[in-house]
């Protein structure tokens, strides 16, 4: 008999052949009953709280976790998160009814950074544009001269895990490096030749601006109208991180004046984003749909790593990346 359910509600299972088969241990070694939610959409906290009951472990991707689906969640024992952001989880509140929360950090950073150089090479070519303008019958208009890499100046807006792996591309490509981060890793610095300096001279002097940041109080609307004004007007900016790191109003009006040349945007302040947004009429930005963590090995690692967490976190060990530490001794697990 199994010892209570599992909910699976992320996104990341959709498109994979078998998922069943990267689940398996949590009905053979944590011997739970699965229950796998194929809506593949990010669930609201009305949806979590009408599912939650007799679950004992959930696998969601960006579901509502709120105070309140904590305190009716009288059974759960663990939230392993499949992707890295934690916005959508009361973490205050899942310690509080001792819950633990896990997160799969750096199992999508290759991915992450993958897509990322897609978006820069997609803008800075025109990929896009010349897509469609061949499709319609244009050839001479569409072979314009397209944005350099070589030489040019990448600026990272953190420097972390998915940062240090774009650091790694931009090298390849030849680029010079600038990045600003409160924790500055100096050796990785040194080994990939990233130079440190404050968020101003970084965006005034790079060419291409690539953020790579939590969503935190601090870095909400990080790239605002005073930081646009000082780029370059041949710079482009790129966000894979979280969509609120940059005002979007702000950067809609940057590429229509000419006050940057370009961008690549992965992540929204809402999203779905309402397609009417100026952003979206413009020819010189790139949009994909919060899509740059979902490579197929990102995909299945994140899923293992949260299967993983859950075993571990049920059978009394302690979980790998564990966002509430101080709930630990709370939920039974020591070391």
């Excluded at 205050?92 to 991915?111: L, M, P, W």
């Excluded at 790079?206 to 939590?214: L, W």
């Amino acid at each position: 008999m199994a010892k209570g359910i599992a909910w699976i509600t992320t996104t990341w299972l959709g498109g994979l052949d078998d998922p069943m088969h990267l689940l398996r241990p949590l009905e053979e070694e944590a011997e739970l009953e699965i229950n796998l939610d194929v809506r593949g959409v990010h669930l609201s906290e009305e949806e979590v709280l009408e599912g939650i009951p007799g679950v004992v472990a959930t696998l969601p991707s960006g579901d509502l976790y709120t105070a309140r689906v904590m305190a009716a969640a009288s059974d759960l024992k663990i939230i392993a998160r499949t992707g890295v952001g934690l916005n959508a989880i009361d973490i205050d509140a899942a310690t509080e009814n001792g819950i633990v929360v896990t997160h799969a950090a750096g199992q999508n950073a290759q991915s992450v950074a993958e897509h990322t150089f897609g978006l820069i090479l997609a803008a800075a070519r025109r990929i896009p544009l010349s897509n469609q303008g061949i499709r319609a019958g244009e050839w001479a208009s569409l072979r314009l001269p397209a944005a350099a890499l070589n030489g040019r100046t990448l600026g990272l807006i953190g420097l972390g895990n998915i940062g240090k792996q774009v650091a790694r591309r931009a090298a390849a490509f030849g680029m010079e490096i600038l990045a600003c981060d409160i924790v500055q890793d100096e050796r990785f610095a040194a080994e990939v030749g990233v130079y440190f300096h404050p968020i101003e001279e970084v965006v005034s002097r790079a060419d291409y601006i690539s953020c790579h940041v939590p969503l935190t109080p601090d870095t909400r609307g990080i790239i605002n109208r005073a930081l646009l004004r000082l780029m370059k007007p041949t710079a482009f900016v790129f966000n894979t991180s979280r969509g609120p790191v940059v005002d979007i109003d702000a950067l809609a009006d940057a590429l229509s004046s000419g006050g940057i040349r370009g961008a690549g945007i992965d992540v929204f302040p809402d999203e779905p984003p309402d397609a009417s947004h100026p952003l979206f009429a413009l020819d010189n930005v790139v949009v994909t749909p919060h899509a740059a963590g979902v490579g197929e090995d990102a995909c299945k690692n994140c899923v293992r790593h949260a299967v993983r967490a859950t075993v571990d976190c049920l059978s009394g060990r302690r979980p790998g990346d564990v966002a509430n530490p101080g709930v630990l001794e709370k939920a039974g697990i020591l070391g």
